[in-house]
Nanobody, 126 residues
Framework: QVQLVESGGGSVQAGGSLRLSCAGS????????LGWFRQAPGKAREGVAL???????TYADSVKGRFTISKDNAKNILYLQMNTLKPEDTAMYYC????????????????????WGQGTQVTVSS
């Protein structure tokens, strides 16, 4: 059974940085497409950054140039480096995994996710 556990969230001021981590168990991340989604209060869950099993990445327009997704296959950990954070980045961030869909369609449809982590809160103050 795939299990995902996020860590690294917290509160920062605008312009600051955070790095989120997602530790996987029950599977090898090298064989899955992985990603980060976020959900702000009152809003729908949205894709942030995705990486496929080969290492190709895609980002939401709102985070391009500020966020970087990466993974360490040996440690079975997924990362999200978030720089130049803005108040609008405030949300619960979720680690996600699936193996059936391409990154483009997955970014548009969070429901295509097969496994979710429990989430980690990121709060950015102005």
């Amino acid at each position: 059974q795939v299990q995902l556990v996020e860590s690294g969230g917290g509160s920062v001021q605008a312009g600051g940085s955070l790095r989120l981590s997602c530790a996987g168990s029950g599977y090898r991340i090298s064989t899955y497409n992985l990603g980060w989604f976020r959900q702000a209060p009152g809003k729908a869950r949205e894709g942030v950054a995705l990486i496929d099993s080969a290492g190709s990445t895609t980002y939401a327009d709102s985070v391009k140039g500020r966020f970087t997704i990466s993974k360490d296959n040996a440690k079975n950990i997924l990362y999200l480096q978030m720089n130049t954070l803005k108040p609008e980045d405030t949300a619960m961030y979720y680690c996600a995994a699936q193996w059936l869909y391409g990154l483009g369609s997955w970014m548009q449809s969070p429901s295509k996710t097969s496994s979710w982590g429990q989430g980690t809160q990121v709060t950015v103050s102005s």
